[in-house]
């Protein structure tokens, strides 16, 4: 049933538990239709003005970006998953990932509810809201 319908499988990797529950479902999903997956980490992109005050938090970040794209590699490899990553940096994480999903032709997006971002957003996350609103691929959202 599922052996063609998701060869290519985004999803976005930001540490926390539900991108990890997000993580296994993309996983799930590879080994039924023997497709890849794509990791996507969004790093916050600051104005100009900050950059001197911001640069070790930004190495930082980039550093804890790595280890979980590190930490998914090995995930899906023990499962036989081919993995690949994509770090960005940008100012709206939504417009990244729907942006990414769409050029790169992707059968489905897979984001977890609720994520490290803004505590404001009640029940599904900001990122995951936004891209459920925005994308014209597939999203599952994972709780």
């Known amino acids: 049933m599922l052996q063609n319908r998701f060869k290519k499988i985004?999803?976005?990797?930001?540490?926390?538990?539900?991108?990890?529950r997000g993580l296994n479902q993309a996983i799930s999903l590879a080994r039924q239709s023997q497709g890849t997956i794509?990791?996507?980490?969004?790093?916050?992109e600051f104005p100009p003005s900050y950059e001197i005050d911001i640069k070790s938090y930004r190495a930082q970040l980039s550093k804890q970006g790595k280890k979980f794209m590190a930490s998914a590699k090995t995930s899906a490899a023990r499962h036989g998953i081919e993995?690949?990553?994509?770090?960005?940096?940008?100012?709206?994480?939504?417009?990244?990932?729907?942006?990414?999903?769409?050029?790169?032709?992707?059968d489905v997006i897979i984001i977890g509810s609720r994520g490290l971002?803004?505590?404001n957003a009640n029940?599904?996350?900001?990122?995951a809201h936004g891209v459920v609103n925005n994308s014209k691929v597939p999203v599952l959202v994972v709780k």
């Open 38 to 44: 794509t990791g996507i980490h969004v790093l916050p």
């Open 117 to 119: 971002g803004s505590p």
């Open 123 to 127: 029940y599904v996350g900001s990122v």
């Open 10 to 20: 985004l999803v976005g990797i930001d540490g926390s538990a539900n991108s990890i």
């Open 83 to 106: 993995f690949h990553e994509k770090i960005a940096s940008s100012k709206n994480a939504v417009d990244t990932i729907v942006g990414f999903a769409s050029k790169n032709k992707f």
